[in-house]
């Protein structure tokens, strides 16, 4: 156990450590060659440009100006700046209220904080039991400030029992009212927003199938008879698994192309080979730049075909459909009501945002998604428990004798000193590091697999997942040595209510390591995440080796997110730790302030500059946060109660009884207060936006508006790049259109033309018959739309589109 | 422990007295006299009226046809006669599908009954451990058909938990085509009823008062903005707290005044009189009958002037109201969707019925419901594992030594021999009977705290508290010995792997207990429900004492209810029971299935001839049967896990360890498949009623249908009373009313006309202008509907209908 000299000692290095990287941050952001590392959220909301023309070669990569240097703080401010309304239009209000947990923290913690300095270090100094026994057992200075110091059966925890209460209220006072206010600033956001297509669309899934007729025409006659007055159209979703695969393809080769032809330009004497055999050793040489552009233009005869099959099949229309309504109302009304009388069939929920959707897992069926359900719930169980034993394994593999044996070959090699220590110290600890990189990827996965179908409720679940593993794993696991799985065999293994007592043992204890562990993960990792030193790495090695165009440096800025599914639970964990050892250990409790303080600054910081919103799910996060909490309070109640009752405080036990009741009901009343107000749609609200619109615009064509609003984003992509390449081409082709519309010989066509065609093919197709030459200019600012989408597809990193879909029997 | 001869011994005894009682049935029930005891359904249905004319004096009291006596179990043949739909038609649907959980009883253990009788009693028998261990314990001869039988790590049980596997196999099997059955009669019975008010009806609570309107006006302004397409009118509901209790009180009267004149009638020479003065000994003397006429009189001039304070003043107009809409399409998504911005306001429901709505609770507001809510919950658990406190106290009291010190002045009573072996004998006995007799009604009285609104929740949340009673007490409590609150203690201080041990081990050795338990409380307990003992003797002594018209004799029947909230938990006890004993001791399925055959028997008999039906849920209390069974298909292999690990089949963990898994995602699937037939009501289904009823009756007039449909019943009863007394001079003052219509000053008339014409009024000022000429001729048909109503509130017994709201602030 630490002394409070050790704990100087990491707080001084790791404020070092946070120093220097806020030092190294002051300098590189300033460097105009670092600008799309630091900024890149600027350069996506149009309001910064890169200039090459104003200033000398030197200036644009290094900043000469001296006075820029020597305030290192200086971003400080421009953070704060910002007011929250103009934080919500500038970044949405997902980030703003996720900003909101770091003030709550704050407005949580201060007071506790100094009520708990001034009211229970006094007390538990006075206490002196453990300077009486200081000869037996060895005790940090930092004890003496804990309730560990405080002589068992003593009237002295009566104070503490007042504190539990006290805080405990002053945390569901905090609670209460930002619930109110996220609440409230949800619903103002929602009644502010400006027209978007989810506000008039559903989203229905399992479609029966009836032999006689289409889906389309099955789900238009089966709204037309039972939402006579307000449906509008649908949008069918295809299955555009092979094409998008295709699509993939040709970017591959397109690529290579691209680099042969750089290659070329650069030495412009000798064109660019290669042998078509085996791995490019042997065969016949042909011309690199000429068999790309050959491949290329095969695959896109490939691709014009295979959109033709899935324009034209029917089978390739899931059973999932995108309804749109001509009013909010009518929309609130049929994603809250049930439709069908098969509980399993038309099921209608509200449509995510178009950028929200989660393309692959539409067309799950009712019966398989209870199953992954099931299968992955029991799958988290066994990897928050078991995840030690695969790890375990792989280490004992690494294990030098375990090695010999498998291999026995290896032996020379593993006897050699250097590669032994190397071995013997590295590897069982990096399979560890490997497994916790990955852990968010494979619960993201995990999540997926369930069947949600927006990228928000997704990133929901991972978070859920991965609380649950930090509680275990790092929350008991450091307070109850051994494996998680150990653990789950002593609980199994010991009285129900010897468990708390167990833990509310050690909790004094381990309260310096979790003082470490805030300043390690938290301050320093805070500080690392502003330096983001992974993206300019990756950033700069790109621009050195891929980038030529404008357009590729855009493509290789990594703006990343907020990443909800990794910083709630981390979030969450800082809660449970400061109301856990507020009553206990109160001097953890600055610590805490200090994250909370330094991290908003920081995130704040990156939410102006950094990062990239993905979609807008308008704080749909927040009940998560508030029952977590709660939860964190119903530990630390249990906690209190199994350390109070080894402290020989008998009549601890019926006053301590009611806070977790109490605060069980409060949950309670703050889930049915609030809750439908993250979950539900109001009619009244839907009711006065539609009049406000009627009033303000009654000519307004929402069937144009909402036209392939929902479609598949790799038509989007597929339009738009027609649109960039060729717009002159599409221009005349618009006049040949119009002479043969609908025939199908054009697919010999150039293949901008026929993919126009393809387009105004698909839009006509689907009940939504409007006139081409009225809608031309209200469509014109959904290419925009699309191509803002596009660019979210198009970031290097996310996993999420990979344009094809599970097809479940 | 009981041998197979004790077990053979109580099962004569038991086999004897229910051949006794149904003995004694068979000739009671054949007796006009107790006609209205066996077949008071007969009479409420019309089906059977009294006749005096035809037969003589003593065969209108006996049956003198000696035929009829020699076919004791004559009436079972006429209970299966009755097919279901006649059965649905006749009792409801409610009464069909209880009848299904004992046919559901039947089919599932009558082939694992078949199945452990075959295969498992020789597996058992040939297992040979206790014949070794004989010296040592003393085991009971049933033990040798029982898995106790099995050598510890014998391979032999692997044939327990194969059949293990096939028994939950083909128990989720029956359950889910028995729920899916369920769930189609549900939807069939409500898309054939025919057209009732609360199909259009939704129950609005928690309406914001705004200041300067009145409650109706909000309600109406609000309904007209947010569904201007469907909304049709309200009603509103009255506090008829203080009206309802002169009522009571001139109905008490009116009985004094009824037996004084009835004396006066039978001794004409002598007029009853009393004395004004304290307890009617001392003060002026005057006429009894005189004397109950003016304070009549008096009353009824108060009620009058009550009833139009109720119906003038707006503050007696509670914050609730029913809302009607034109269609049932308008009426569900109403019911289903969130109306206002604050989710605690315009809370919208399904209403109940109207006989099924529970008035006083349909004013309690948001914030005192999670209260309530939240307090019961405590105090069930509370009940559920302290009772025996209160009870012990009770005992202690009533020991002698306690009483002689708590009143010393009643020693010498105490003393005498006779006083003092009935007190030590039967008082301690008395407090536990008089406790689990008033228990049922403890329950519907703590779920009426929680402020559900119709009767039909009421009795479901009854019931679910009695399970866990009659779980925690009657289950483990037998199980394990010793009260529930030593049990509480036992679990806290075990590990949580030993508790299914403990429960596991003691299982088998229970068997001849719980099979002495269905003897007595299921075949004998049966066997005294269709003698009817109890209403029996009440009917008769108010025959003898109050009844003097036939009126009177038609109140003096109580035809009773299925009882759900009773019955309910019993036969899941009955479930559960029959699960855990099917692998260990199979010799206890032949009990449990002769019970359910002839409790089916009996309550297919009692529910066409006896009960009333107070309500229609349609099978809504199916949900929950499923899911008890379920949970004692957990149980139960939760308790053969324990004692297979005492068993030391070390495999059996890991295999067994699927079957609680797969059960739950079971659960989880038919709650997602099939819940929301119960608990929503389809767009599709309310749509194509819609179009049929516009179909075959275009001119509908549906204002005046629901009319008046949620008026509260103590306005029925007033409007039913004015009619049915003075309808001559109804007529009459129709003709004045029509010329000075709206005159307060009428208040002076005759009592009747008073009445009749606020009737009116109250009608024509909610929002429901109609002609008064033309719905006159429908309104009759309500006027029915009133009386019926009214027959079931005015039935002697049921404590439902008090006639006051609790007023929240």
């Given amino acids: 156990m630490a002394t409070l ?88 209000l997902d980030s703003a209220v996720y900003l909101r947990i770091y003030t709550l923290g704050l407005k949580m913690f201060l007071p506790i904080a100094a ?6 270090v006094p007390v538990n100094v006075s206490g002196g039991t453990l300077l009486n026994l200081k000869k037996e057992v060895v005790f940090s200075d930092i004890d003496k400030l804990s309730i560990s110091n405080v002589n068992p059966g003593s009237n002295r925890f009566f104070v503490h029992l007042l504190m539990a209460y006290v805080f405990t209220f002053w945390v569901c006072f905090m609670l209460y009212k930002e619930y109110s206010n996220v609440a409230f600033m949800r619903l103002h956001f929602l009644a502010s927003q400006k027209r978007c297509a989810d506000q008039f669309t559903v989203i229905v899934r399992n479609i029966p199938r009836i032999s006689s007729h289409s889906t389309s025409e099955t789900v238009d006659e089966f709204f037309r008879r039972n939402h006579p007055d307000h ?65 290329i233009s095969e695959l896109e005869r490939k691709m014009a075909s295979e959109r033709q099959k899935v324009l ?25 009501t049930q439709q069908s009388k098969n509980p399993t069939q038309w099921l209608t929920d509200w449509a995510p945002e178009p950028r929200d959707v989660y393309w692959q897992n539409l067309a799950i069926p009712f019966f398989s998604l209870s199953i992954r359900r099931f299968l992955i719930s029991v799958a988290v169980f066994a990897l928050v428990f078991f995840y030690m034993i695969p790890i375990t394994f792989v280490q004992s593999l690494a294990n030098l004798e375990g090695l010999e044996k498998v291999a026995p070959f290896l032996k020379p090699v593993i006897e050699v000193k250097v590669v032994k220590s190397f071995l013997q110290g590295f590897v069982p600890g990096l399979a560890l590091k490997i497994f916790l990189y990955i852990l968010p990827t494979v619960l993201l996965i995990m999540s997926k697999v369930e069947g949600y179908i927006s990228l928000s409720s997704l990133e929901r679940r991972t978070a859920s997942k991965y609380y649950y593993f930090m509680l275990v794993n790092v929350f008991l696991g450091s307070i109850i040595a051994g494996t998680a799985f150990e ?121 102006i500059n950094v990062y990239n919103q993905e979609y807008e799910s308008a704080a749909a996060f927040w009940p998560q946060v508030h029952s977590r909490i709660i939860a964190s309070l119903l530990i630390s109640h249990l906690t209190l109660f199994g ?167």
């Fill in 231 to 295: 449906y509008l159209g649908q949008q069918p979703v295809y299955n555009a698994n092979r094409y998008a695969k295709l699509v993939k393809k040709r970017d591959r080769l397109q690529n290579w192309l691209d680099y042969y032809q750089l290659k070329f330009e650069r030495h412009p004497e000798k064109r660019p080979t290669r042998r078509t055999g085996c791995l490019g050793f042997c065969g016949r040489e042909v011309d690199q730049i000429d068999y790309y552009q050959a491949r």
């Fill in 487 to 607: 653990q789950l065999y002593t609980f199994l293994h010991k009285p129900a209510t010897q468990i708390p007592m167990t833990i509310g043992v050690a909790i004094p204890m381990k309260a310096t390591f979790f003082m470490t562990y805030i300043m390690v993960d938290g301050w320093a990792g805070i500080a690392n995440e502003i330096l983001r030193v992974k993206p300019l790495v990756i950033y700069h090695l790109k621009n050195m080796f891929i980038v030529k165009t404008e357009r590729d440096r855009e493509r290789a800025m990594d703006p990343g997110s907020i990443g909800l599914g990794e910083n709630l639970p981390t979030l969450q964990l800082y809660f449970l730790l400061g109301l856990v050892y507020a009553v206990v250990t109160p001097i953890l409790l600055p610590f805490i302030i200090i994250f909370f303080a330094f991290a908003f600054l920081v995130y704040r910081h990156q939410i």
């Fill in 643 to 809: 350390l109070m009752s080894t402290k020989e405080a008998a009549f601890s036990t019926p006053l301590l009884i009611f806070l977790p009741l109490l605060t069980i009901w409060f949950h309670k009343y703050c889930k049915s207060r609030f809750e439908p107000a993250f979950r539900k749609y109001p009619l009244e609200e839907a009711m006065e936006k539609d009049n406000m619109e009627h009033a303000s615009e009654p000519n307004l064509n929402l069937k144009s508006f909402l036209a392939n609003a929902y479609l598949h984003p790799i038509f989007h992509l597929f339009e738009e790049a027609a649109k960039e390449e060729e717009t002159v081409e599409v221009r005349i082709d618009k006049a040949q259109k119009q002479q043969h519309h609908h025939r199908q010989e054009e697919e010999t066509h150039v293949r901008s033309s026929s993919q126009y065609h393809e387009e105004s093919h698909l839009r006509s197709t689907h009940e939504m018959h409007y006139h081409h030459e009225e809608s031309q200019y209200s469509r014109s600012t959904q290419y925009h739309e699309g191509i803002h989408v596009r660019s979210d597809m198009d970031s290097p990193s996310p996993p999420h589109f990979v344009y094809h879909y599970d097809i479940q029997p």
């Fill in 312 to 336: 034209n099949d029917p089978k390739a229309i899931m059973p999932v459909s995108f309804v749109t309504f001509d009013s909010r109302w009518g929309a609130a009304v049929c994603a809250q």
């Fill in 5 to 92: 000299e050790d704990l100087g000692v990491s707080a001084f290095i790791n404020i070092l450590s946070a120093f220097v990287f806020l030092l190294l941050f002051a300098v590189l952001r300033i460097q105009p060659i670092n600008d799309r590392v630091y900024f890149p959220k600027l350069y996506l909301a149009h309001k910064r440009t890169h200039d090459h023309s104003s200033r000398s070669a030197v200036r644009r990569f290094v900043n000469l100006n001296i006075c820029t240097y020597i305030t290192f703080l200086s971003w400080v401010p421009g953070a704060l700046r910002v007011t929250e309304p103009e934080l919500i239009a500038h970044a949405g």
């Fill in 115 to 120: 009520l708990a300095l001034l009211v229970l």
